[in-house]
């Protein structure tokens, strides 16, 4: 089996889609297919150009109560000659935007002007030569994206989102934090699946594109200069559906249609904003010197438009690359992309195995790479890709070490939590010393155990139907209540546990700041029964007794 599979799968859904809308890859049609919840809200950029941006609030399964509210926001921008229906042209489970719902996030679906979705303004036309169509990635960059994030943060009401780019997506993204650095904050951290850099090192049919710009260079510099960029494809939306039909739609031709996919691997078109030769992010050139001063205010000493500065690029950035990709090569990201950015700012890089440059965004086998049933398979794998150490993002981040010798020297040599040292070290045999003393591992903790199932038998005894028993909460107050008694000395009733069940909650949902709360006003509980002289019968109680011993268990005092 073919491990990169979009094709059918894309063709399927949208003829699917098509039952519910007249559109076969209309948003709303494709969204409330699968019973998804779908908003659709307009954005108007400062230069008058309106777009639609789909929101999905919350999974598929989930009411009304349990979303958006906290939920973070994750924005999705489609790479090139595509729109935000990328996200979800395949089933549920394999397309990013359902994954994103059902794991919690207030996701959102971005289409840049000249899109199907971005083909309204305030006072333009869309015929076929209207200045409509005279924008560069310029325009997308410091007038679509930015009206895009300050929409999303109105609707979701935090301060920050997460952004995930494809191809184009990840460019635009680039030069709209370059530009617009007050954006950084904005942005908590950019995903790039395929991040290209300069496209100088791309190869198949990429390479020969821009071979033939570089030698067809001052017949476009005329047509630039004289006419203006134009959009030479979305204006002519019977064209795609003509070659859709008569090509891509039915064997054999639809194996020529596949095969040009593959050997391009998603050209970047007339708008590209990138100077192959100068091998940097470029403003669009307009072709001549003076036509650039005026869009751009400056020109470099060639008279070529300036390049973009990716050194004002200050959020946290994750790349996901394959050496499968013919247009963002590793070439391009490490000899042209990884120096222009700031030192420390990547993140993390990981490479995906046999995907090319469209899989990234249309693959059916992308969620199984992450198989949530799995999940100690799924770390296993991550931790020989990742060399034993990475994060994984459940929507927030969770570090994970898997191997032996980085798992040492950050929680023996080093030290972890704000500690490090001969602190770290008094810390750590502190509290081993107590966990053994309470009979971890030992018949203490086996009593322990015992006597909070007897307490969790006696509470089912108690139900007064017994043939519709919800074991969920019951197990968990089982397995808390053991941790609570020797973390803080006691336990809770089981008619009386609401704190427990929501420190649950919030321990699930990683919310670490309640997280936090519930440890220090149960510590201070405890430590009211605490006496220096007594006997000590919980963790609490013999720390606070050894912290008045030893100066380093003192650090947070």
Not at 129 to 134: E, H, I, L, V
Not at 177 to 183: E, G, R, T
Not at 267 to 292: E, I, V
Request: aromatic letters at 12%; glycine letters at 6%.
């Amino acid at each position: 089996m073919n491990p990169v599979s979009f094709s059918k799968s894309t063709i399927a859904i949208a003829k699917s889609a098509a039952i519910t809308a007249p559109n076969p890859i209309a948003h709303r049609g494709i969204i409330e297919r699968w019973d998804y919840p779908v908003e659709i809200h307009e954005v108007t950029t400062k230069d008058g150009y309106i777009l639609d941006l789909h929101r999905i609030p919350r999974g598929q399964n989930e009411s009304k109560s349990s979303g958006p509210c906290n939920r973070p926001a994750i924005l999705l921008n489609h790479g090139i000659a595509s729109s935000g229906a990328q996200w979800a042209l395949n089933l549920p489970n394999q397309s990013a935007a359902f994954v994103f719902a059902d794991a919690g996030f207030d996701v959102y679906l971005a289409n840049h002007r000249g899109t199907t979705y971005g083909k309204k303004h305030v006072n333009k036309g869309t015929g076929l030569f209207s200045d409509f169509w005279q924008f560069t990635l310029d325009e997308m960059a410091n007038f679509d994206l930015p009206a895009i994030i300050d929409k999303v943060l109105e609707l979701n009401g935090n301060t920050q989102l997460y952004y995930v780019g494809h191809s184009q997506g990840n460019l635009v993204g680039f030069l709209t934090l370059a530009d617009n650095p007050q954006y950084n904050k904005k942005v908590k951290k950019l995903f790039a699946l395929t991040p290209v850099g300069a496209a100088h090192y791309a190869r198949g049919a990429t390479q020969f594109a821009y071979l033939a710009h570089n030698v067809f260079r001052p017949v476009t510099a005329f047509y630039t200069s004289v006419l203006g960029p134009h959009e030479l494809f979305f204006n002519i939306p019977w064209l795609f559906r003509l070659v859709g039909e008569l090509v891509c739609k039915n064997p054999p031709l639809n194996y020529i249609c596949k095969d040009l996919i593959e050997i391009s691997s998603g050209p970047t078109g007339p708008h590209s904003n990138m100077n192959s030769q100068a091998k940097k992010a470029m403003h669009f050139d307009y072709g001549n010197a003076l036509k650039n001063l005026q869009k751009h205010g400056r020109v470099s000493i060639h008279a070529f438009p300036h390049p973009y500065n990716y050194s004002n690029i200050d959020t946290e950035l994750y790349l996901c690359w394959s050496r499968n990709d013919w247009l963002a090569t590793p070439a391009d990201i490490e000899k042209i992309l990884v120096p222009s950015l700031r030192s420390g700012i990547i993140k993390g890089s990981f490479e995906i195995n046999e995907y090319n440059h469209i899989a990234f965004a249309l693959a059916t086998t992308t969620k199984d790479r992450f198989d949530g049933r799995r999940i100690d398979k799924t770390f296993e794998r991550l931790g020989k890709d990742q060399a034993g150490f990475y994060t994984v993002f459940m929507p927030f981040p969770n570090v994970q070490i898997t191997d032996y010798s980085i798992l040492r020297e950050a929680f023996i040599e080093k030290g972890v939590i704000q500690s490090n040292g001969d602190t770290w070290r008094e810390q750590r045999r502190a509290a081993i010393s107590i966990m053994r003393d309470f009979g971890m591992g030992k018949n203490v903790m086996e009593e322990l155990v015992r006597s909070s199932i007897g307490e969790f038998l006696e509470h089912l005894e108690k139900l007064p139907d017994k043939s519709n028993v919800d074991l969920y909460w019951p197990i968990k107050v089982l397995v808390s209540n053991v941790i609570n008694e020797v973390l803080f000395g006691y336990r809770y009733n089981y008619d009386n546990c609401e704190p427990l069940m929501n420190y649950v909650n919030r321990f699930n949902a990683q919310k670490y700041p309640q997280i936090n709360q519930y440890i220090v006003e149960n510590v201070h509980r405890s430590l009211k029964e605490y006496n220096v002289d007594d006997e000590q019968t919980c963790f609490a109680h013999a720390y606070k007794q050894r912290m008045e011993e030893n100066e380093h268990l003192n650090h947070w005092i």
